[in-house]
C-alpha cells in the first residue's frame, strides 16, 4: 500500500513505522497495526481497499 500511495500522490511523505523496533513511533495514535496517520490524526485502522485509500486521498487538497 507505501509504495501504491507514493506512485499514486507522490507529493505525501510515506513513512512505516516498525513498532517493534520503536515502540513508541506511533505516539498515543497507534494502538492497532497496520494504523494509517495523517499529521495528528488517525485515517484508519487496518488496511483500507485502495478505492477507499484513493477516495481518501482524492479529498485533500494537496498544494506543493
Known amino acids: ?3 501504491w500511495v507514493r506512485d499514486v ?3 505525501l511523505e ?3 513505522m516498525d ?3 520503536e515502540p513508541n513511533a506511533g ?3 497507534v494502538f ?3 494504523t494509517y496517520v495523517y499529521g495528528d490524526q488517525a485515517i484508519f485502522l487496518g488496511n483500507p ?3 477507499e485509500l484513493r477516495t481518501w486521498l482524492d479529498s485533500l487538497d494537496l498544494e506543493f
Do not use: D, F, K, T
Open 19 to 21: 513498532l517493534s523496533v
Open 9 to 11: 500522490e507522490p507529493r
Open 32 to 34: 492497532a497495526v497496520p
Open 27 to 29: 505516539g498515543n495514535l
Open 49 to 51: 481497499s485502495p478505492q
Open 14 to 16: 510515506v513513512q512505516i
Open 1 to 3: 500500500m507505501a509504495e
